[in-house]
């Protein structure tokens, strides 16, 4: 087994030096032609560039071999054969196949005519008619209608600010250690406290009667925003209830969000 081993190394190195000496001798053959060309700047055609390029991607030594231009040249060509070949890959154009123009005057027809109908309604009225189309592309083709542009904030804030109120507590320590909780009013039209008091116990139905002394004889606003404080319990929302005022609350975790 071992001399076999020896006998299969020993084929194989004569077989590649001897492909070695054969692509050397085929790489100075041809560099010999050019150079008896009668110009006096020889340059190797494209038959002699295909030749060059076959060989560096068939024997390590080229490098070694190559007089004429330099290794970086043979490698450019390379990068050029690439670009030449994805020129010619992609020169069909690709994508879908194009739609028939009295398919696409039916959906701008179907649009136009229905306002209201949006890109599923269109799309399944062309499936009852035989017509499969995605319906990505029935909204590709459809009538874009004019809508009046959405109010800018400053425009919500000047029209809705005076509804707006906001609540909160914040505490205070005293100078015997006691712990006293102010509740605010804050109106947000013009950055004013509507109403505030003091306690040192809290709870839901002492907040719910702070609202209805800083709202009386109708004069609640619309909009109350508030955290999410267990301190308003349910006798507190039954108060807000009563004075008809839409309760906003600021998202959970967020303190940055409190007014």
């Known amino acids: 087994m071992f001399l076999l081993r ?9 077989s590649t030096r001897r492909a070695n000496l054969v692509a050397e001798n085929l790489a100075l053959r041809q560099q010999l032609i050019v150079l008896h060309r009668k110009t006096k700047r020889p340059r190797l055609k494209t038959k002699g560039r295909v030749f060059w390029l076959w060989l560096a991607r068939s024997w390590d030594g080229w490098r070694e071999s190559l007089i004429v231009v ?3 040249t ?9 670009k030449y070949y994805w ?5 069909h154009k690709g994508g879908r196949p194009t739609i028939d123009p009295e398919v696409r005057n039916l959906i701008r027809r179907m649009s136009r005519t229905n306002p209201l109908w949006g890109a599923p309604r269109i799309h399944g009225e062309l499936l009852k008619l035989g017509i499969e189309l995605a319906q990505t592309t029935v909204a590709k083709y459809m009538i874009r209608h004019w809508k009046p542009p959405s109010p800018s904030w400053r425009a919500f804030l000047d029209n809705h600010l005076k509804d707006l109120v906001s609540i909160d507590f914040f505490t205070v320590p005293t100078v015997t250690f006691r712990i006293l909780f102010v509740f605010l009013v804050l109106s947000h039209d013009r950055r004013r406290i509507v109403h505030f008091n003091v306690t040192e116990h809290p709870s839901a139905g002492w907040t719910g009667r702070q609202l209805i002394e800083a ?9 109350l925003i508030r955290d999410r ?3 308003y319990g349910n006798d507190f929302k039954r108060t807000v209830h009563a004075l008809e005022i839409e309760q906003v609350l600021t998202a959970p975790r967020s303190p940055w969000q409190n007014p």
Do not use: M
Not at 74 to 82: A, E, L, S
């Open 229 to 231: 404080d267990g301190i």
């Open 87 to 91: 020129a010619w890959k992609s020169r």
């Open 70 to 72: 330099k290794p970086e």
């Open 74 to 82: 043979v490698v450019r060509w390379h990068r050029q054969g690439f």
């Open 215 to 223: 709202f009386p004889w109708n004069t609640a606003p619309r909009y």
């Open 6 to 14: 020896l006998l299969w190394a020993v084929v194989r190195g004569v």
